[in-house]
């Protein structure tokens, strides 16, 4: 099946369908650039945007606020401090990525980051200062300097959003449509994107199913969290704008590195859905991990001990559970005190006390969860996909930042950096107001897979964080029996388009991480425990067309 070396396509995978079945668009509206997701990537790129004149249009799956960016506790990670660099953050991102990072991605993230972080700044959001009025700045996994800026303690996230929204209702510029799913994009005879379908869930003035005329599309729809059983991400998550991207023909890159976070709060092995995640920053202010006989694994795993790079941690902690035969750790936080955790982490500290934990005096039980997806749409440097005007953004993209494994707080910078890179060039591209493109008129619908109660369970235990060539094959075929049982009697709504959606990006997922064999960053073959710099030194892409999935080997470019 697999051949780490000639760039061929290796794997061929089901058939998702090209086109959601969806009622007739019944209403329309024009825009120069549309927006699909309100995080930190999307609302970034609208609000640069917006002043070359451009008529922008946000449309988001719930609120403006529902999304990922929100829950962030970290921060966002940038070279601020007199004794870092953009230089050591660059080594830092890159050796956190196993290998596989662009560097010349990594090279504008870190350079261009203070300058963003700046501008975010100056657009309202208030991060956490010292007496002297300094910014604060804390260390998280992966970074060999303190470099982590953040806000009310661990709710960072929260007030980005906060600043973002407020000057996004005051930009004449920007609308803004919530409660609105993205179905499929519209294109032009060659391909090109012409707009996006939509469906609007009874708000405002627009309702049910509409048509968006545009040249230019920017996915900024975040993760893919909710294929799995448990997951920090929202319920938002199940993966619109991958799933969009590749029904209009894009390339998706590296999906098989799904990152899963370390510390995220034990609820019992029935728990699923989304998780109370425990910010790396805990163990940042020395909060260590523990077994249940006390002993302190990591030491001797990593030289940063528990402030390794996230897949590092990951793995120890699920190798520490199957040694003792425990479904949990424990992170210990107990020296932290009551003033540094309500002054530090207030946000985390109300969460475990509603679950009956006080950190302060009690030992947390933790697992690993998944977090983030470091694969998404291939894009350039510039967010450019591979199909002409649709461009990504945040966690929905690949841009060649994140490798195999993200560094920590890295995330909310790429959203800044890259979403204003993306609007530098759409402003210096696309003519304000000029005829959006005429679409092609066969749309060919397919039928729906409709809700598979399973699906989480059976990715979690066959592409979660240990993975096997058995383990993917048994989620694979049931993901294809999934698709050969779609029938045109799944009703055409949210929950059928959303079953689609999470089908095709976990039969995307799992075709990439059972042509990988080998063992790197976030993603590890039990059955191929190392990295195979010979054979596996690229990126797998991903495309779906008539035929279904295909995945290929791409080697790694040298530099």
């Not at 024009?30 to 008529?55: K, W």
């Not at 191929?528 to 080997?553: I, K, V």
């Amino acid at each position: 099946m697999s051949d780490g070396k000639t760039g061929r396509m290796i794997q061929s995978g089901p058939a998702p369908p090209r086109r959601l079945r969806a009622p007739e668009p019944g209403w329309f509206v024009t825009a120069d650039v549309v927006v699909v997701g309100s995080g930190i990537a999307g609302l970034t790129t609208a609000l640069r945007i917006a002043p070359f004149g451009h008529r922008v249009l946000v449309v988001t799956k719930d609120v403006l606020d529902a999304g990922s960016t929100r829950w962030a506790q970290g921060g966002i990670a940038a070279a601020l401090a007199s004794d870092d660099s953009p230089e050591q953050h660059l080594r830092d991102t890159l050796r956190a990525g196993v290998g596989l990072c662009d560097e010349a991605a990594v090279r504008l993230l870190v350079t261009e980051g203070p300058a963003a972080v700046q501008e975010l700044i100056e657009l309202g959001a208030r991060f956490d200062r010292d007496p002297a009025g300094d910014l604060q700045l804390a260390r998280e996994g992966g970074h060999h300097r303190n470099r982590v800026i953040h806000a009310g303690g661990d709710a960072t996230g929260a007030e980005v959003e906060r600043a973002l929204i407020t000057a996004v209702s005051r930009h004449p510029a920007i609308r803004v449509i919530e409660h609105a799913v993205v179905l499929d994009l519209l294109a032009t005879d060659d391909g090109a994107v012409a707009g996006a379908t939509l469906h609007v869930i009874g708000e405002g003035q627009r309702d049910g199913v509409g048509a968006v005329s545009a040249p230019a599309v920017v996915i900024a729809t975040g993760g893919v969290g909710q294929i799995f059983a448990a997951t920090t991400n929202p319920q938002v998550s199940t993966g619109d704008g991958v799933a969009t991207a590749l029904r209009a023909g894009a390339v998706v890159r590296d999906l098989e590195f799904v990152q899963f976070h370390p510390t995220v709060l034990w609820l019992g092995v029935d728990a699923h859905g989304q998780q109370p995640l425990v910010s790396e920053a805990v163990r940042g202010e020395g909060a260590v991990l523990r077994d249940d006989a006390g002993v302190r694994f990591m030491l001797g795993e990593h030289e940063l001990a528990e402030l390794a790079p996230r897949d590092v941690v990951a793995k120890a902690i699920m190798r520490r559970m199957q040694a003792t035969g425990r479904p949990h750790v424990w992170l210990d936080a107990t020296e932290l005190g009551a003033e540094r955790w309500q002054e530090r982490f207030p946000s985390i500290l109300t969460s475990l006390r509603g679950h009956g934990i006080d950190p302060v005096h009690q030992r947390i039980p933790v697992v690993p969860a998944s977090h983030y997806s470091s694969g998404g749409i291939r894009t350039d440097l510039h967010g450019r996909s591979t199909v002409a005007g649709l461009y990504a953004c945040g966690e929905a993209a690949c841009t060649g930042v994140h490798g195999a494994n993200r560094l920590a707080s890295n995330s909310l910078l790429e959203g800044l950096v890259f979403g204003r890179r993306i609007a530098d060039h759409v402003g210096a591209e696309l003519e304000p107001g000029a005829r959006p493109p005429a679409p092609a008129t066969d749309r060919r619908p397919a039928a729906l897979v409709g809700p598979d109660p399973q699906l989480g369970a059976r990715m979690s235990e066959g592409a979660g964080v240990l993975r096997t060539a058995r383990g993917l094959a048994d989620v694979g075929r049931h993901l294809n029996d999934r698709f050969a049982a779609a029938s045109d009697d799944v009703p055409p709504d949210l929950t059928g388009w959303q079953a689609a959606n999470l089908a095709t990006v976990a039969a995307a997922l799992v075709a990439a991480a059972a042509c990988r064999e080998e063992t790197r960053g976030s993603h590890w073959r039990e059955d191929f425990p190392e990295r195979d710099d010979s054979r596996w030194l690229g990126h797998l892409d991903t495309l779906l067309d008539s035929d279904g999935l295909h995945t290929a080997f791409v080697p790694k470019e040298p530099g």
